[in-house]
Protein backbone atom coordinates (compact mmCIF):
# COMPACT_ATOMS: atom_id res chain seq x y z
CA UNK A 1 0.00 0.00 0.00
CA UNK A 2 1.75 3.10 -1.23
CA UNK A 3 1.10 5.80 1.57
CA UNK A 4 2.38 9.61 2.09
CA UNK A 5 1.96 10.39 5.54
CA UNK A 6 1.87 14.19 6.89
CA UNK A 7 2.70 16.19 10.49
CA UNK A 8 -1.27 15.83 11.86
CA UNK A 9 -1.77 19.22 12.80
CA UNK A 10 -3.37 21.96 12.75
CA UNK A 11 -0.40 23.92 12.67
CA UNK A 12 -0.71 27.57 13.63
CA UNK A 13 1.54 29.83 13.30
CA UNK A 14 1.78 33.85 13.48
CA UNK A 15 1.52 35.80 10.88
CA UNK A 16 5.48 36.68 9.55
CA UNK A 17 6.50 33.43 10.68
CA UNK A 18 7.82 30.68 9.02
CA UNK A 19 5.24 27.60 8.35
CA UNK A 20 7.37 24.29 8.31
CA UNK A 21 4.71 21.33 6.43
CA UNK A 22 6.53 18.14 5.88
CA UNK A 23 5.37 14.91 3.98
CA UNK A 24 6.68 11.23 3.71
CA UNK A 25 6.06 8.71 1.64
CA UNK A 26 6.16 4.98 1.75
CA UNK A 27 6.81 4.21 -2.21
CA UNK A 28 10.48 4.31 -2.80
CA UNK A 29 9.78 4.90 -7.03
CA UNK A 30 7.90 7.63 -6.56
CA UNK A 31 9.43 10.41 -9.04
CA UNK A 32 7.36 13.67 -8.34
CA UNK A 33 6.15 15.36 -5.33
CA UNK A 34 3.38 18.01 -5.08
CA UNK A 35 2.12 20.41 -2.59
CA UNK A 36 -1.71 21.70 -3.40
CA UNK A 37 -3.29 24.42 -0.88
CA UNK A 38 -7.13 24.02 -0.18
CA UNK A 39 -8.96 26.58 0.97
CA UNK A 40 -12.45 25.54 3.07
CA UNK A 41 -15.01 24.70 0.12
CA UNK A 42 -12.60 24.78 -2.77
CA UNK A 43 -10.49 22.40 -4.56
CA UNK A 44 -7.14 21.90 -4.58
CA UNK A 45 -4.84 24.10 -6.74
CA UNK A 46 -0.90 23.46 -7.62
CA UNK A 47 1.53 25.29 -5.32
CA UNK A 48 4.83 23.75 -5.85
CA UNK A 49 6.10 20.44 -7.56
CA UNK A 50 9.37 19.20 -7.07
CA UNK A 51 11.51 16.38 -8.72
CA UNK A 52 14.92 15.94 -7.82
CA UNK A 53 16.70 16.16 -4.32
CA UNK A 54 17.44 19.66 -3.00
CA UNK A 55 15.52 22.85 -3.07
CA UNK A 56 13.22 24.70 -4.92
CA UNK A 57 11.92 27.96 -4.46
CA UNK A 58 9.15 30.00 -5.63
CA UNK A 59 8.53 33.37 -4.25
CA UNK A 60 7.83 32.63 -0.40
CA UNK A 61 7.11 29.00 -0.88
CA UNK A 62 10.08 26.74 -1.05
CA UNK A 63 9.87 22.94 -1.42
CA UNK A 64 12.66 20.74 0.02
CA UNK A 65 13.20 16.98 -1.27
CA UNK A 66 15.29 14.17 0.19
CA UNK A 67 14.52 10.87 -1.67
CA UNK A 68 16.86 8.97 0.84
CA UNK A 69 14.71 10.14 3.53
CA UNK A 70 11.86 10.00 1.65
CA UNK A 71 11.08 13.37 3.03
CA UNK A 72 9.22 16.26 1.15
CA UNK A 73 8.79 19.44 2.88
CA UNK A 74 7.02 22.87 2.35
CA UNK A 75 8.46 26.28 3.88
CA UNK A 76 6.40 29.24 3.55
CA UNK A 77 8.13 32.50 4.35
CA UNK A 78 6.48 35.30 5.96
CA UNK A 79 3.20 34.01 5.87
CA UNK A 80 -0.07 35.34 5.52
CA UNK A 81 -3.77 35.23 7.07
CA UNK A 82 -4.33 33.87 3.40
CA UNK A 83 -2.00 31.17 3.80
CA UNK A 84 -4.38 30.02 6.74
CA UNK A 85 -5.96 26.68 4.43
CA UNK A 86 -4.99 22.56 4.12
CA UNK A 87 -2.19 21.66 2.46
CA UNK A 88 -1.81 18.31 0.71
CA UNK A 89 1.25 16.52 -0.06
CA UNK A 90 1.04 14.25 -3.14
CA UNK A 91 3.40 11.70 -4.66
CA UNK A 92 3.93 10.32 -7.80
CA UNK A 93 5.12 7.29 -9.55
CA UNK A 94 5.19 6.49 -13.76
CA UNK A 95 1.73 5.07 -13.60
CA UNK A 96 -0.13 7.22 -15.94
CA UNK A 97 -0.05 9.76 -13.57
CA UNK A 98 -1.83 8.67 -10.75
CA UNK A 99 -0.54 10.52 -7.79
CA UNK A 100 -1.08 9.65 -3.98
CA UNK A 101 -2.21 11.90 -1.58
CA UNK A 102 -1.70 12.62 1.92
CA UNK A 103 -4.52 13.45 4.62
CA UNK A 104 -3.85 17.04 4.69
CA UNK A 105 -2.37 19.25 7.27
CA UNK A 106 -4.22 22.14 8.54
CA UNK A 107 -2.79 25.56 8.57
CA UNK A 108 -3.77 28.60 10.39
CA UNK A 109 -1.76 31.58 10.04
CA UNK A 110 -3.21 34.39 13.07
CA UNK A 111 -2.47 38.25 12.83
CA UNK B 1 -4.66 27.79 -18.34
CA UNK B 2 -6.02 24.15 -17.61
CA UNK B 3 -9.86 23.83 -17.35
CA UNK B 4 -11.54 21.20 -15.84
CA UNK B 5 -15.53 21.93 -15.53
CA UNK B 6 -17.32 19.74 -13.34
CA UNK B 7 -21.12 20.22 -14.69
CA UNK B 8 -22.98 19.90 -11.63
CA UNK B 9 -21.84 21.38 -8.44
CA UNK B 10 -24.29 20.71 -5.65
CA UNK B 11 -26.82 17.26 -6.06
CA UNK B 12 -29.25 16.12 -3.86
CA UNK B 13 -30.34 12.74 -4.77
CA UNK B 14 -32.34 9.63 -2.95
CA UNK B 15 -31.04 6.07 -1.81
CA UNK B 16 -31.26 4.23 -5.04
CA UNK B 17 -31.07 7.15 -7.75
CA UNK B 18 -28.58 5.85 -10.46
CA UNK B 19 -26.48 9.30 -10.50
CA UNK B 20 -24.01 11.12 -13.16
CA UNK B 21 -21.06 13.11 -12.26
CA UNK B 22 -19.97 14.84 -15.77
CA UNK B 23 -16.11 16.36 -16.16
CA UNK B 24 -14.46 17.92 -19.06
CA UNK B 25 -11.13 19.16 -19.63
CA UNK B 26 -10.10 21.45 -22.19
CA UNK B 27 -6.54 20.69 -22.49
CA UNK B 28 -6.10 17.66 -24.42
CA UNK B 29 -5.02 15.48 -21.44
CA UNK B 30 -4.69 11.67 -21.72
CA UNK B 31 -5.36 11.23 -18.00
CA UNK B 32 -8.40 11.55 -16.26
CA UNK B 33 -9.16 11.05 -12.47
CA UNK B 34 -12.47 10.68 -10.14
CA UNK B 35 -11.71 11.31 -6.48
CA UNK B 36 -13.39 11.42 -3.83
CA UNK B 37 -12.99 13.63 -0.53
CA UNK B 38 -14.15 13.48 3.13
CA UNK B 39 -12.83 14.53 6.50
CA UNK B 40 -10.67 12.87 7.84
CA UNK B 41 -9.93 10.60 5.05
CA UNK B 42 -8.28 12.88 2.70
CA UNK B 43 -8.11 12.44 -1.04
CA UNK B 44 -8.80 8.84 -2.29
CA UNK B 45 -9.15 7.66 -5.97
CA UNK B 46 -11.98 5.97 -7.46
CA UNK B 47 -11.22 5.52 -10.74
CA UNK B 48 -8.76 6.72 -13.45
CA UNK B 49 -8.67 6.83 -17.17
CA UNK B 50 -5.72 7.14 -19.06
CA UNK B 51 -6.89 6.83 -22.77
CA UNK B 52 -10.33 7.11 -24.38
CA UNK B 53 -12.33 3.57 -23.25
CA UNK B 54 -9.84 2.53 -21.03
CA UNK B 55 -10.31 3.09 -17.27
CA UNK B 56 -8.69 1.23 -14.33
CA UNK B 57 -10.24 0.63 -10.81
CA UNK B 58 -8.26 3.44 -7.70
CA UNK B 59 -8.46 2.72 -4.48
CA UNK B 60 -12.49 2.50 -3.68
CA UNK B 61 -13.87 1.78 -7.21
CA UNK B 62 -16.56 0.06 -5.32
CA UNK B 63 -20.35 1.47 -5.81
CA UNK B 64 -19.42 3.37 -8.76
CA UNK B 65 -18.45 2.80 -12.37
CA UNK B 66 -17.22 5.07 -15.28
CA UNK B 67 -16.92 6.10 -18.79
CA UNK B 68 -15.01 7.77 -20.93
CA UNK B 69 -15.92 8.08 -24.68
CA UNK B 70 -14.32 10.83 -25.78
CA UNK B 71 -11.05 12.51 -24.53
CA UNK B 72 -12.30 15.47 -22.94
CA UNK B 73 -14.70 14.00 -20.84
CA UNK B 74 -14.87 11.84 -18.23
CA UNK B 75 -18.29 10.88 -16.16
CA UNK B 76 -18.80 8.76 -13.11
CA UNK B 77 -21.56 6.96 -12.35
CA UNK B 78 -23.42 5.90 -9.15
CA UNK B 79 -25.88 3.18 -10.34
CA UNK B 80 -27.90 3.03 -6.81
CA UNK B 81 -26.76 5.95 -4.68
CA UNK B 82 -26.53 5.55 -0.93
CA UNK B 83 -26.17 7.74 1.75
CA UNK B 84 -22.69 6.51 2.02
CA UNK B 85 -21.85 8.08 -1.26
CA UNK B 86 -22.77 11.51 0.29
CA UNK B 87 -19.35 13.56 -0.57
CA UNK B 88 -17.18 16.02 -2.58
CA UNK B 89 -16.08 14.69 -5.71
CA UNK B 90 -13.30 15.96 -7.63
CA UNK B 91 -12.80 15.41 -10.91
CA UNK B 92 -8.92 15.72 -12.18
CA UNK B 93 -6.79 15.55 -15.56
CA UNK B 94 -3.34 15.43 -16.20
CA UNK B 95 -0.85 15.12 -19.25
CA UNK B 96 1.92 12.21 -19.58
CA UNK B 97 3.68 13.88 -21.76
CA UNK B 98 5.01 17.32 -20.02
CA UNK B 99 4.87 18.82 -16.83
CA UNK B 100 5.85 15.74 -15.23
CA UNK B 101 2.33 14.43 -13.93
CA UNK B 102 0.79 17.28 -12.65
CA UNK B 103 -2.66 16.98 -11.75
CA UNK B 104 -5.59 19.91 -12.35
CA UNK B 105 -8.36 19.57 -10.29
CA UNK B 106 -11.95 20.58 -11.29
CA UNK B 107 -14.15 23.15 -8.74
CA UNK B 108 -15.74 19.80 -7.21
CA UNK B 109 -19.02 18.22 -6.83
CA UNK B 110 -21.09 17.77 -3.91
CA UNK B 111 -23.01 14.99 -3.50
CA UNK B 112 -25.75 14.19 -0.49
CA UNK B 113 -27.38 11.45 -1.19
CA UNK B 114 -30.91 11.25 1.49
Known amino acids: QKEVEQNSGPLSVPEGAIASLNCTYS??????FFWYRQYSGKSPELIMS????GDKEDGRFTAQLNKASQYVSLLIRDSQPSDSATYLC???????????FGQGTILTVHP | DVKVTQSSRYLVKRTGEKVFLECVQD?????MFWYRQDPGLGLRLIYF???????EKGDIPEGYSVSREKKERFSLILESASTNQTSMYLC?????????????FGEGSWLTVV
Open chain 1, 50 to 53: IYSN
Open chain 2, 27 to 31: MDHEN
Open chain 1, 90 to 100: AAGGTSYGKLT
Open chain 2, 49 to 55: SYDVKMK
Open chain 2, 92 to 104: ASSSSSHSGNTIY
Open chain 1, 27 to 32: DRVSQS
